[in-house]
């Protein structure tokens, strides 16, 4: 792949790190190819058990979008591709089976903002901040930041960052629930949350992630038939559905 996402596994945690640091680990067309590869991967892996989401040193965890990756594209392409794509691979790691941490180490602008949005929980560093600069370069947030954020977010502080361009500081962000801690060293304190789930059922906890998406509206359709899909797989009428296929026969189904 020629983007600039890795990934890492070790001990049941995978670890997806942004390496741009030469322009604040913003994203380009590649990037955001890798990071959907990436997750694809990370669903069919049985052994991880969390996700980290985390960047190379710089002064930024994610400085959003590369502009240079989108300012010349025509309007419809940029609304067709971009935006559309951008969304596409952040629902994708918003969606997935495993719980997800955010590492905010440094400044989230813009798209990176939104990134960390797309993830269960956040831990941020003290000296970060939190901003939805989009209307200082003419155009409007389009990864969810408008979305997501508002089911993360109170509505007065989301149009400070939105309409007003302020930036949200570690300690208010922790106060508004956004993140889960702030920390000198967050990707500690993340790998500390991870190392809970070793104390809990993998299935139990992917279920309670659905049942909570579901409810908040996270691909609400998908998550109610993923459940239900799990529930009825398990079933002896099921079984017994599957088997009579293959015999050619008529199935007795008993209910159970």
């Given amino acids: ?61 994610c400085a959003g979008a590369d502009i ?72 409007v947030p389009g990864w969810s930041g408008t979305q997501r954020l508002t089911r993360l977010l109170p509505e007065p502080v ?17 106060a508004c629930g956004f993140v889960a801690e702030v920390s000198d060293d967050p990707l500690s304190i993340a790998l500390q949350i991870a190392e809970h789930l070793r104390k809990t059922s993998p299935r139990a906890t992917e279920t309670a992630k659905y049942m909570i998406h579901a409810a908040v509206g996270e691909d609400r359709a998908a998550m109610i038939e993923a459940l239900g899909s799990g529930m009825i797989a398990a079933s002896d009428d099921k079984a017994e559905g599957v088997a009579a296929f293959a015999d050619k026969r008529q199935p007795v189904f008993t209910g159970r």
Avoid: Y
């Fill in 1 to 61: 792949m020629s983007g600039r996402v890795h990934l890492d596994r070790d001990a049941g945690v995978a670890k997806l790190r942004l390496d741009n640091p030469a322009k604040l680990n913003a994203f380009t067309s590649a990037m955001l190819d890798d990071l959907a590869v990436h997750c694809d991967a990370i669903e069919r892996d049985r052994t991880i058990r969390a996700v980290l989401l985390t960047a190379e040193p710089s002064r930024a965890f």
């Fill in 68 to 139: 240079k990756a989108w300012a010349d594209l025509s309007p419809a392409d940029f609304a067709r591709h971009w935006v559309r794509d951008g969304h596409r691979v952040f629902d994708r790691l918003a969606r997935l089976s495993k719980p997800t941490i955010a590492v905010i180490g440094a400044h989230a602008f813009g798209g990176g903002l939104e990134l960390a949005a797309a993830c269960d929980i956040r831990v941020i560093a003290p000296t970060a901040t939190l901003a939805l600069p989009e209307t200082q370069v003419g155009i």
């Fill in 158 to 174: 989301l149009k400070e960052m939105t309409l007003f361009g302020r930036r949200l500081n570690a300690e208010r962000a922790f």
